[in-house]
């Protein structure tokens, strides 16, 4: 069973930056992966994705401002976010692809940006 820890969130002002962790405690080098966030009430949403060839898709919402990456050799999955606005926050989660099945979460990770 395939375990994905998060870290790095937090509280930060608007426009500040956080850089987010997700250590896999299996391979990751052939998964796709990505980053989700979700709000108390409403639907898990998309925010980053990356191929295990680093094709990377985002959510028009965070384009030129989050940066998703992963270091293979260390099983870790980033998402680093500049310019961070009070509608970033929410609970972020780190998701792993599957080949046999509907894939793997982590626990998640709270961002709360305000002043």
């Known amino acids: 069973q395939e375990q994905l820890v998060e870290s790095g969130g937090g509280l930060v002002q608007p426009g500040g930056s956080l850089r987010l962790s997700c250590v896999a405690s299996?391979?990751?080098?052939?998964?796709?992966m990505g980053w989700y966030r979700q709000v108390p009430g409403t639907q898990r949403e998309l925010v980053a994705t990356?191929?295990?060839?680093?094709?990377?898709v985002y959510v028009d919402s965070v384009k030129g401002r989050f940066t998703i990456s992963r270091d293979n050799a260390k099983k870790t999955l980033y998402l680093r976010m500049n310019s961070l606005k009070p509608e970033d926050t929410a609970v972020y989660f780190c998701?792993?692809?599957?080949?046999?099945?509907?894939?793997?979460w982590g626990q998640g990770t709270q961002v709360t940006v305000s002043s």
């Open positions: 998701f792993r692809e599957s080949a046999y099945g509907p894939g793997f």
């Open positions: 299996g391979s990751i080098s052939i998964y796709g």
């Open positions: 990356i191929t295990s060839s680093g094709t990377t």
